[in-house]
């Protein structure tokens, strides 16, 4: 079985720096992936991490620590358009299985 | 341009009924999913297929069946629609290697009356 979880919802304000983390507990771990999905959208992918480290593509910036069971998706300059719900999800054999997301509103 | 296609938008069935969702994707992936997301709860698992007639059970297959009888397609079966399934399914596909992206149809809204 496996065991996602992430704040529910987070408010940020416009030109900041949010952080949202996620803790996993899961069985068959290959790695971790980061999806953003706006509101009556499909969800998109954000990056990927497999080795423990930072993994940075642009404002966007993912850590991963396998020892720990945790990882970070850190958000630069946060833009009105970055109102958006981001989804922890954890892969091994094949599955793809998600956390309850986390919903992030940036105000001006 | 990648492309997973849902077969319906929107649906609305009545209890009982049987009830199909199609998912097509032209690129060629080992994997396709099915997902429901429902508020608070986020995409839960149903089932999911890395090979043509090769399928497992996802977090909740329970009420839900699946068939993959080619590699560009896969159908997610509720054999008896229940107001309980009411929800928002997605799928999705991705190559075999698990450090690939999944990519994601538009989503079908389902509503069971």
């Known amino acids: 079985g496996q065991n996602i979880d992430q704040p529910t919802e987070m408010t940020a304000t416009e030109g900041a720096i949010v952080q949202i983390n996620c803790t996993y507990q899961t069985s068959g771990f290959n790695g971790l992936f980061w999806y953003q999905q706006h509101a009556g959208e499909a969800p998109t992918f954000l990056s990927y991490?497999?080795?423990?480290g930072l993994e940075e593509k642009g404002r966007f910036s993912s850590f991963l620590s396998r020892s720990k069971g945790y990882s970070y998706l850190l958000l630069k300059e946060l833009q009105m358009k970055d109102s958006a719900s981001y989804l922890c999800?954890?892969?091994?054999?094949?599955?793809?299985?998600f956390g309850t997301g986390t919903r992030l509103t940036v105000i001006p | 341009d990648v492309k997973v296609t849902q077969s319906s938008r929107y649906l609305v069935k009545r209890t009982g009924e049987k009830v199909f969702l199609e998912c097509v994707q032209d690129m060629d992936h080992e994997n396709m999913f099915w997902y429901r997301q429902d508020p608070g709860l986020g995409l839960r698992l149903i089932y999911f297929s890395y090979d043509v007639k090769m399928k497992e059970k996802g977090d909740i297959p329970e009420g839900y069946s699946v068939s993959r009888e080619k590699k560009e397609r896969f159908s997610l079966i509720l054999e008896s629609a229940s107001t309980n399934q009411t929800s928002m399914y997605l799928c999705a596909s991705s190559f075999w290697r698990t450090n690939t992206e999944a990519f994601f149809g538009q989503g079908t809204r389902l509503t069971v009356v």
């Open positions: 999800a954890v892969t091994g054999a094949n599955n793809l299985f």
């Open positions: 991490n497999v080795l423990d």
